[in-house]
């Protein structure tokens, strides 16, 4: 039925840098109200995971669209969604941000920018000092520079590492007919 919950087992490590197959497989036998085997254990959920697409995102988004039973059974899903463990939607496990890597940046590109300002002081009134003036220029450009430096460290996409044996769920977003596992047809030519 719909809203029914199918717990399996991650097989193969997910990345967020880019959209990629997902393969699960169930831990625990599912019966239907009448008590006959629908979805054994050892069947494989196949589904594609969405590749990361803001800074702010917190999790990787699955959907599964087969599911392959041991006997070669197959039957076609449509697109329904992967829950982590305490059933949230989306995927979560190793979430890196970066954080180090812009703060560390951020940091050299002041000490830069602070050097460059020694002796940044103005000459007197009425005179010109050629000095002064290419390193008020340079801090200019520093200053620039560091701005186009730091954006890009800024929008860095986070990297997303799920790995293998994750726990996730699968919620059924509509309901799902299926047949006994004593009445599984295969074609004789597969």
Do not use: C, W
């Not at 169930?26 to 990361?52: M, N």
Request: glycine share 8%; hydrophobic share 40%.
């Amino acid at each position: 039925m719909e809203d029914t919950i199918i717990e399996t087992v991650l097989v193969n490590r997910l990345s967020g840098a880019a959209i990629g197959p997902v393969i699960t497989m169930v831990t625990a036998d599912v019966y239907s109200e009448s008590g006959r085997l629908l979805i054994p254990k050892g069947t494989r959920f196949l589904g594609r995971v969405s590749s990361v697409s803001s800074v702010n995102q917190e999790r990787l988004f699955v959907a599964f669209h087969r599911m392959i039973m041991p006997d070669g059974y197959s039957v076609s899903l449509d697109k329904f969604q992967g829950l982590d463990v305490v059933g949230q939607t989306g995927l979560r496990d190793l979430v890196d941000h970066h954080y180090v890597r812009i703060f560390g940046a951020s940091l050299a590109l002041a000490a830069v920018a602070a050097t460059a300002q020694i002796g940044n002081t103005g000459a007197s009134y009425g005179s010109y000092d050629f000095g002064v003036s290419m390193r008020n220029g340079a801090s200019q450009q520093l200053g620039q520079s560091a701005q186009r430096i730091m954006e890009r460290f800024i929008n860095t996409l986070p990297t997303f590492t799920i790995r293998e044996r994750a726990r996730v769920k699968i919620v059924l977003s509509s309901d799902l007919l299926l047949p006994d596992t004593k009445n599984h047809t295969m074609d004789p030519d597969l």
